[in-house]
């Protein structure tokens, strides 16, 4: 596991939530479904950034949505250069983040566990 830097964790930080209000108030493309940065990893030379993002909806829409994202980057990057005050603006990486997923498959999981559970001390 690559060692966290203060300063590329803040700056992952600020890159969130900018690309979080790009894309809720720039990015008009209907395809776009119900999305969310849900976070950034900055590489320590500050030259690539991977973007988590969450989208609401079936594969399909959490498809099309990271497509657009992905044909947005450029554009991103540039409005990204003229909010932020950084040398370098990472080139970004959208990634579809599962844990929200996983989380809820988890949550699903012990739920079942526990009534399972309680049905067997019932009887």
Known sequence: MPKDYPRT????????????????????????GMTTVSAV???????H?????TVL???????QSLEVLRRAAGFLRRELG????????PELHFVYDESIERGSRLDALI???VTEDKARHRD
């Open 57 to 63: 909806g079936d594969a399909g829409v959490q498809h």
């Open 82 to 89: 003229r909010r932020m005050l950084i040398r370098t603006v």
């Open 111 to 113: 739920e079942q566990a």
């Open 49 to 53: 950034a991977k973007v988590y993002v």
């Open 9 to 32: 964790r803040r700056v992952g930080e600020q890159i969130q939530r900018e690309l979080a209000m790009l894309v809720r108030e720039e990015i008009k493309d209907p395809r776009l």
């Open 41 to 47: 990893h900055v590489s320590r030379d500050f030259s």
